[in-house]
């Protein structure tokens, strides 16, 4: 197979960023995605109708011209989340769902949630409108090893979650363990998860090999090599229930390269061709279009898109580094070479 042509993918998790950075990395996404679930962990962050449409507008003012591209928009719960605003947002077709990142679990996420029992009117209403709740799937508790911090979401949060409201439709994010693989595999059809590029490509040690390595660090942190084989094994399962959310997370440079680095892998470059390295290497390219095009859309009842893109199978090599907006940025893959690359259309 020398060529491959799918529907046109959309990312059900993405990181844009504001002001000149959202210029500079907006793009990437907006090439070779139709749409995009837009992460609201700006500071402030995204909590109104409000400050969501600005934000969206400042999406599409940063684009390209001559690409169609739709973000959606989410809502950042906070202990102190208004119900009736997320109503009000969903049903204008602002917000596409809500973001729930547990209190100082990742970047700019201080005004997150301290305990569930603060959102039930935020769940229950999201519950009776079929709006989907985006989990960070980590608890915070310090004295829990960071390698097993998603292990007990699913264990102390998420389980209780699935049973307390069981029509409420929820996306564990960006997942990392063989745990949570199963979990979503053998919970109900209103539980699905997204996973990343890097994800499906690295473990733990790409972190550390030869010194520490800050650009394939992210949150949740890769984890040891039989969970990355179950990430792969889910993704390339052809079950509804797992899809594309690249959790690019663009940080410059210096904020990755420093004594306390930020979380986050960059990956949009090339998210679409790191995905299908996975899929071909799996020897699963049959099931690629649904991972990437047609579970997503379909666990949020929204149309499947109906645009085509074509993937050849043709060698490009990574930049060491991309300048978004005036800021050095360094993608994953950096200086490697890709075995796949999109066609011109
Ligand atoms: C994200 C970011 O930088 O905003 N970082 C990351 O490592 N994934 C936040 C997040 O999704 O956890
Ligand atoms: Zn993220």
């Not at 029509?167 to 745990?179: D, G, N, Q, R």
């Not at 949570?180 to 972190?207: E, Q, S």
């Not at 394939?216 to 594309?244: D, M, N």
Request: net charge negative.
């Amino acid at each position: 197979m020398s060529t491959f042509t799918m529907r046109r993918p959309d990312d059900w998790h993405v990181h844009l960023r504001d002001g000149p950075m959202l210029a500079g990395v907006v793009n990437f996404t907006a090439r070779q995605f139709a749409r995009a679930i837009v992460m609201p962990n700006l500071n402030p962050p995204v909590t109104t109708v409000a400050a969501a449409e600005a934000y969206r507008s400042r999406i599409l003012a940063a684009l390209e011209p001559g690409l169609s591209f739709t973000p959606l928009m989410t809502c950042y719960l906070t202990d102190g989340i208004d119900a009736g605003e997320i109503e009000r947002g969903f049903a204008a077709g602002v917000f596409a769902a809500c973001k729930l990142y547990p209190a100082h679990a990742t970047t700019n996420s201080s005004h997150g949630v301290t305990d569930i029992k603060n959102i039930r009117a935020a769940l229950e209403t999201m519950q009776r409108i079929g709006m989907p709740l985006l989990l960070h799937g980590e608890v915070t508790d310090k004295h829990v090893d960071i390698f097993d911090r998603e292990a007990v979401f699913i264990d102390t949060i998420l389980a209780k979650l699935v049973r307390d409201f069981p029509a409420l439709k929820i996306v564990l994010e960006h997942i990392t363990t063989e745990e949570a693989a199963n979990f979503v595999a053998d919970g109900p059809a209103t539980l699905a998860a997204t996973i990343t590029p890097h994800h499906l490509d690295y473990n733990r040690n790409a972190m550390f090999e030869g010194g520490i390595r800050p650009h394939f660090y992210c949150l949740p942190v890769a984890k040891r090599e039989h969970h990355r084989l179950a990430l792969r094994k889910a993704a390339t399962s052809g079950s509804p229930k797992f899809f594309l959310g690249t959790d690019s997370a663009p940080h410059a440079v210096s904020a990755k390269e420093t004594a306390c680095g930020c979380a986050g892998v960059f990956c949009a470059p090339h998210a679409i061709e790191s995905y299908a390295k996975v899929f071909d290497e799996e020897k699963a390219m049959d099931r690629f279009e649904a991972f990437a095009s047609e579970n997503g859309p379909r666990f949020y009842g929204l149309p499947l898109n109906e645009e085509r893109i074509t993937l050849e199978r043709e060698g490009q090599s990574v930049p060491a580094r991309v300048s978004a907006g005036g800021t050095e940025i360094v993608p994953f893959h950096a200086g490697a070479t890709l075995g796949w690359r999109v066609a011109a259309s």
